[in-house]
């Protein structure tokens, strides 16, 4: 039976992408596209994570919201692996003002249910909150990627990309917060003393 996925095309070290050519597997390029996949597999996890365990309901905008985001990274993905936009027909849209409003409108909703501490956090109280955090680090490591990719290609047109993905880390973040309730752990340099 042939494979639905196994091209063995990839052996050199080399892949296709959206654009059309072939490149090294480290290109930067599939470099970022690599790490937006890394991304959108914790976005999952983190949707499926507050899903299981929140049996009153009290975070379904966020799951829904992050069900949205699943979505948003197939755009993002799109540009990224075109960052030329030889294949404009290919794309089912684009990242524009409209959905940093989306997003800055969700982290804004967090925020106001969200009182900070005044101090580091050093771990997430839970689960949930530790998988936002998770989800965090992977946009920030995906918006470095992203800027390595605007190197290489500088007239790639990524500034909308780049403010989307900086206010993702951020609204991530937040909701980190919000997922550990009213149960922050604040760093304590006292458990250093030997």
């Known amino acids: 039976m042939r494979s639905q996925v196994t091209t063995k095309t990839g052996d050199d070290g080399s892949t ?6 072939r490149v090294p597997k480290d290109d930067p390029i599939v470099e970022a596209t690599g790490a937006l ?8 996890l983190l949707r499926l994570e507050i899903l299981e365990n929140d049996g009153g309901g009290a975070h379904e905008p966020e799951a829904a919201f992050l069900w949205w985001l699943l979505h ?7 540009e990224v692996s075109d ?8 794309r089912q849209g684009e990242i524009g003002p409209k959905h940093l409003a989306h997003l800055e409108e969700e982290q804004a909703r967090v925020e106001a249910l969200t009182p900070l501490p005044k101090s580091f956090i050093v771990s997430a109280a839970n689960r949930a909150a530790a998988r936002a955090d998770l989800a965090a680090t992977t946009a920030r490591a995906f918006e470095r990627r992203l800027v390595t990719l605007k190197r ?11 403010r989307f993905t900086n206010r993702l880390s951020d609204y991530l973040f937040m909701l980190a917060r919000r997922l550990d ?4 752990l604040p760093v304590d340099y006292a458990v250093l003393l030997l």
Request: charged share 25%; net charge negative; proline share 9%.
């Open 152 to 162: 290489a290609v500088p007239e790639f047109p990524a500034d909308h990309l780049l």
């Open 16 to 21: 296709r992408i959206l654009a059309g050519d």
């Open 181 to 184: 309730g009213d149960t922050h």
């Open 37 to 44: 996949d890394s991304l959108r597999a914790e976005l999952a």
């Open 83 to 90: 960052p030329m936009k030889k294949h404009p027909k290919w």
């Open 72 to 78: 948003a990274c197939f755009l993002i993905g799109a």
